[in-house]
Nanobody, 124 residues
């Protein structure tokens, strides 16, 4: 079991930037695909970005492509989400998650461990 703790959320104006971090502990972090998801009240959790265990492959939701960047530092057991040009519609609770296996996946069903989430609010 991997334990995940997110940090870095907050309130920012539209056009601003935030960097989220997700620290992992437990089993071997470097063998997992890592992902970021977000959720608003009453809505389903949606995929934001994912990264392969080596960091060589990434995948993004169309809504964040070109604005968000996912990265990881396996030596620090940490995955990051750099968010630039933020928009009010990016407001959500952001969760990091890990998935076993080597293939990037975007489905919440394939991610077995989740953090508690960090709130991101973007004002217009």
């Amino acid at each position: 079991q991997v334990q995940l703790v997110e940090s870095g959320g907050g309130l920012v104006q539209a056009g601003g930037s935030l960097r989220l971090s997700c620290a992992a502990s437990g089993r071997t972090f470097s063998s997992y695909v890592m992902g970021w998801f977000r959720q608003n009240p009453g809505k389903e959790r949606e995929f934001v970005a994912a990264i392969s265990w080596t960091g060589a492959y990434t995948r993004y939701a169309d809504s964040v492509k070109g604005r968000f960047t996912i990265s990881r530092d396996n030596a620090k057991n940490t995955v990051y989400l750099q968010m630039n040009s933020l928009k009010p519609e990016d407001t959500a609770v952001y969760y990091c998650a890990c998935a076993a296996g080597g293939v990037i996946t975007t489905s919440t069903k394939n991610f077995g461990s989740w953090g508690q989430g960090t709130q991101v609010a973007v004002s217009s």
